[in-house]
């Protein structure tokens, strides 16, 4: 309904954009998919071992967006002296990674070594239904980037490494 309004108003030439950001992490919610992988990234810098569960799988590719990446390219969104192209898009660093490959970064990161393993177990989410495995067709976010000539500020690597110090300042 949002995406029908928005477009409606940027036919009308009302100034308006809808931005659609990708799996997006940071310091805060450790429930639901996207809280699985930071507190797993929470853990391992605070424990030294961190436990990655359903729905994910070590091979699983997405395109992390960090939410203070997230919140750059809102802001030059907003502030942007043009009207754009489409009146939505997809937000994300175009970095793909596998999970394996982002938890891998998370621990090249954490102050002291440790590990992020991944084990199968059942469903928290969804009051107790089978959840199906994350295994989404990831959405093209290269518009937006190309339009504003954005690139991100941290990426994945400096952005698991921002995330766990706010967490280990947090306590």
């Known amino acids: 309904m949002r995406e029908g309004l928005a477009e409606q108003a940027h036919r009308e030439v009302v100034d308006v954009v809808g931005l659609r950001p990708v799996m997006t992490f940071g310091f805060g919610r450790l429930d639901g998919a996207v809280g699985i992988l930071v507190k797993a990234m929470k853990d391992v810098a605070e424990t030294g071992q961190g436990t990655v569960t359903h729905p994910?799988?070590?091979?699983?590719?997405i395109n992390p967006l960090y939410s203070k990446d997230a919140?750059?390219?809102f802001?030059?969104?907003l502030?942007?002296?043009?009207?754009?192209k489409r009146p939505i898009y997809n937000l994300g660093t175009g970095e793909y990674l596998s999970i394996r490959e982002m938890m891998d970064l998370t621990v090249k990161v954490a102050p002291a070594s440790g590990r992020i393993d991944f084990a199968e177990?059942?469903?928290s989410e969804g009051g107790g239904k089978e959840t199906p495995l994350f295994d989404y067709a990831d959405l093209d976010s290269s518009e937006l980037r190309q339009e504003l000539n954005w690139v991100p500020?941290?990426?994945?690597?400096?952005?698991?490494a921002d995330c766990i110090e706010d967490y280990l300042r947090a306590g």
């Open 56 to 61: 994910w799988q070590a091979d699983t590719m």
């Open 71 to 73: 919140a750059d390219i």
């Open 75 to 77: 802001v030059e969104t």
């Open 79 to 84: 502030f942007a002296d043009r009207r754009f």
């Open 121 to 123: 177990a059942p469903a």
């Open 153 to 160: 500020r941290y990426g994945f690597e400096a952005g698991a």
